[in-house]
C-alpha cells in the first residue's frame, strides 16, 4: 500500500506537503510535523503537491498557525489548493491563514 501523504523538507528548510490532508491523514500528520517543526525556526509550508483535502485539512493548518503563534515562529503556506482556499473562505478562516 502506498503512502497517503508525506512531509519532507528542502534544501531551503522548507516543508513540502504530499498526498492527502484528510480525516484519513491528519493525526499521522500531526505526529510527524512536530518533529520537523521543532527543528525550523521559520515554517514555510508549500502545498504544491496536495491531491485532496478536507475540514480536517484545514484544521490541520489552523492547528500549526497556532503552533507557530506560541512558538514565535513565522509561518506561511505557499501553493494553497483551491479546495481548501474554498473551505476556508466558506468558514471564514480565509482571513487567518498567511498564504503567499
Known amino acids: 500500500m502506498t503512502a497517503l501523504y508525506s512531509l519532507s523538507t528542502d534544501d531551503n528548510g522548507a516543508i513540502n506537503v504530499s498526498g492527502e490532508l484528510t480525516f484519513n491523514t491528519v493525526s499521522q500528520i500531526v505526529t510527524v510535523a ?27 493548518l489552523v492547528d ?3 503552533y507557530a ?21 466558506a468558514s471564514g478562516l480565509d482571513e487567518l491563514l498567511p498564504v503567499n
Open 64 to 66: 500549526w498557525v497556532r
Open 69 to 89: 503563534k506560541n512558538t514565535n515562529k513565522n509561518i506561511v503556506f505557499h501553493h494553497m489548493p483551491e479546495q481548501l482556499l474554498a473551505l476556508a473562505h
Open 34 to 60: 512536530s518533529g520537523l517543526f521543532e527543528k525550523l525556526s521559520n515554517l514555510e509550508i508549500d502545498l504544491v503537491n496536495v491531491t485532496r483535502s478536507d475540514s480536517a485539512g484545514l484544521a490541520l
